[in-house]
């Protein structure tokens, strides 16, 4: 009964530093989606993704980088990192009819 | 494009108390999903509960309802016995009808923040 996994929960980058955050779902969604959420503030959409091998952007993409070669799989990579990626990230998932279920966060410190 | 609105910022309560949540939005379409979810201070999103518009009954799950008013695109949560563990942020959230060729991104509101009084 996972639903959305998403890894690391903490992650401190210096600047220039790259990663990608981890997002997995076990509920066959097509649909997955990551956000941000800045303190004080409610989510943005950073990209989306319809199915395995189709992306989109979101409101907020720049700086950021996406891949789906799986149903269950949406990692999100940060290149560069800068100090205005610090937030809270929040992956998504959800089938043609339903709500999205989000995984717990994963919280980013860029210094 | 679809637009969610939450005019009260804060909200307070006592505990054993009820209280309603607003929200509105705007839309031109027919077929739609609304939903209600709370962030707690651990900051984990948690679906409180969706209406279909279609449905013209009122959701509920446990002490929490809504009262869906499609004409006047009204969508208010009603917390009822509230309890210490209800106190979040709360959003309010718009999703089209996939079906009906409509985007399958939600559109949130900006957040009730709600504080529970012992």
């Known amino acids: 009964n996972a639903g959305v996994t998403q890894t690391p929960k903490f992650r401190i980058l210096k600047i220039g530093q790259s990663m990608t955050l981890q997002c997995a779902q076990d509920?066959?969604?097509?649909?997955m989606y990551w956000y941000r959420q800045d303190p004080g503030m409610g989510l943005k959409l950073i990209y989306y993704s319809v199915g395995a091998g189709i992306t989109d952007k979101g409101e907020v993409p720049n700086g950021y980088n996406v891949s789906r070669s799986t149903t269950e799989d949406f990692p999100l990579r940060l290149e560069l990192a800068a100090p205005s990626q610090t937030s809270v990230y929040f992956c998504?998932?959800?089938?043609?009819?339903?709500?999205?279920?989000f995984g717990a966060g994963t919280r980013l410190s860029v210094l | 494009a679809q637009t969610v609105t939450q005019s009260q910022p804060e909200m307070s309560v006592q505990e054993a108390e009820t209280v309603t949540l607003s929200c509105t939005y705007d839309?031109?379409?027919?077929?739609?999903?609304l939903f209600w979810y709370k962030q707690p201070p651990s900051r984990q999103m948690i679906l409180v509960i969706r209406?279909?518009?279609?449905?013209?009954q009122n959701a509920t799950e446990n002490r929490f309802s809504v009262n869906f008013q499609k004409a006047a695109k009204s969508f208010s949560l009603k917390i009822s016995d509230s309890q210490l563990g209800d106190a979040a942020m709360y959003f309010c959230?718009?999703?089209?009808?996939?079906?009906?060729?409509?985007?399958?991104?939600?559109?949130f509101g900006k957040g009730t923040k709600l504080t529970v009084n012992p």
């Open positions: 998504a998932s959800s089938n043609f009819v339903g709500a999205q279920y």
């Open positions: 209406q279909e518009a279609y449905k013209q």
């Open positions: 509920m066959n969604h097509n649909y």
């Open positions: 839309t031109s379409e027919s077929d739609y999903y």
């Open positions: 959230a718009y999703r089209s009808d996939i079906t009906q060729g409509g985007s399958e991104k939600l559109v």
